[in-house]
T-cell receptor
Framework: GENVEQHPSTLSVQEGDSAVIKCTYS??????FPWYKQELGKRPQLIID?????GEKKDQRIAVTLNKTAKHFSLHITETQPEDSAVYFC???????????FGTGTKLQVIP | SQTIHQWPATLVQPVGSPLSLECTVE??????LYWYRQAAGRGLQLLFY??????ISSEVPQNLSASRPQDRQFILSSKKLLLSDSGFYLC???????????FGPGTRLLVL
């Protein structure tokens, strides 16, 4: 089955700096890679996703890149703000595309 | 638009007691439905998923079970709770044929 690894597990940045979270996946058949943000005590919310026919996608301060050959994808947050502080999960679809496998999460702390 | 509900929002149960958590989705037909568990400070563990009424796939063998008695209703049950069953239980749905999963507000379960 699919295995998704995520690094780092914790990340502290100064407000205004950039943050990068990296994930690798094992199943070359995976073709959909969402990123979720989970604030403390809340449900995970989709923030951006990318499909395997695209190498990069950007939405304001958030961007995701995908390298299919190396089987890794990354989340980039620029000009970080305190409200970006949360746990971020990457994921890849698997199981005949009926489910997604999540990474272990990255706790991002943006220091004002 | 689509809405997902979970209840109860919080639950405190003694060890050995039964459990029933409910999830319902509004505004869509034949959704794929998912149950996840998140232990405190941990990642998202897929427990069960369903692609249709009466169709349940189990990801992790344990003392939990799931049922889908109606198209937009997904129930998580246990006959006897263990201390290790404590956690944040999240239901998620996705439109059949689409990739993105959307999470419900979750049920916080504490087993004492």
């Amino acid at each position: 089955g699919e295995n998704v690894e995520q690094h780092p597990s914790t990340l502290s940045v100064q407000e205004g700096d950039s943050a990068v979270i990296k994930c690798t996946y094992s199943d070359s058949a995976s073709n959909y890679f969402p990123w979720y943000k989970q604030e403390l005590g809340k449900r995970p919310q989709l923030i951006i996703d990318i499909r395997s026919n695209v190498g990069e996608k950007k939405d304001q301060r958030i961007a995701v890149t995908l390298n299919k050959t190396a089987k890794h994808f990354s989340l980039h947050i620029t000009e970080t703000q305190p409200e970006d502080s949360a746990v971020y999960f990457c994921a890849a679809n698997s199981g005949g595309y009926q489910k997604v496998t999540f990474g272990t999460g990255t706790k991002l702390q943006v220091i004002p | 638009s689509q809405t997902i509900h979970q209840w109860p929002a919080t639950l405190v149960q003694p060890v050995g007691s039964p459990l029933s958590l409910e999830c319902t989705v509004e505004g869509t037909s034949n959704p794929n439905l998912y149950w996840y568990r998140q232990a405190a400070g941990r990642g998202l563990q897929l427990l069960f998923y369903s692609v249709g009424i009466g169709q349940i796939s189990s990801e992790v063998p344990q003392n939990l079970s799931a049922s889908r008695p109606q198209d937009r209703q997904f129930i998580l049950s246990s006959k006897k709770l263990l201390l290790s069953d404590s956690g944040f239980y999240l239901c998620a749905w996705r439109r059949a044929g689409r990739e993105t999963q959307y999470f419900g507000p979750g049920t916080r379960l504490l087993v004492l």
